[in-house]
C-alpha cells in the first residue's frame, strides 16, 4: 500500500474521516497477513515509511504508525504519505545472556 492519506475533506467530520483511515490500514495489515506464506518463512513483515509526503517520508517501525498518524492530525496537517509493503520473514534466534534465567525465576 502506497497512498496519500487526505484529512481535511469538506463535508466531513474530521474524526470519523480520521477513524474510517486507520481502519482502512488495519484492514489492510489483516488481509495481507491472512495470504499464505512462502516456505521456510515464518510471518509477513513490513516495511513502513511515513511522511507528510511521498518526498518527505522517512522509514518508521510498523508498530508506531498509529502515533504518527495521531500526530500530524494534532498538527492540522492536510494530508499524509503511508507505505506499507508485506515481505515474508524468518524469526531470527537470539540466544540469552546466561545470567539472564537467573534473574527470571
Not at 517501525?61 to 515474508?88: Q, S
Request: proline share 7%; hydrophobic share 40%; glycine share 4%.
Amino acid at each position: 500500500m502506497k497512498k496519500t492519506f487526505q484529512l481535511q475533506v469538506e463535508g466531513k467530520n474530521p474524526e470519523r474521516l480520521l477513524e474510517a483511515i486507520k481502519h482502512e490500514i488495519r484492514q489492510y495489515l489483516k488481509r495481507e497477513r491472512r495470504k499464505p506464506l512462502p516456505a521456510q518463512m515464518d510471518f509477513w513483515d513490513f516495511d513502513c515509511r511515513f511522511g507528510l509526503s511521498e518526498e518527505e517520508a522517512e522509514v518508521i517501525h510498523v508498530g508506531a504508525f498509529i502515533d504518527r498518524i495521531n500526530e500530524a492530525a494534532a498538527a492540522g496537517a492536510p494530508a499524509f504519505y503511508l507505505e506499507l509493503l508485506a515481505k515474508p520473514a524468518q524469526r531470527r534466534f537470539v540466544p540469552r545472556a546466561p545470567g539472564a534465567e537467573a534473574s527470571e525465576a
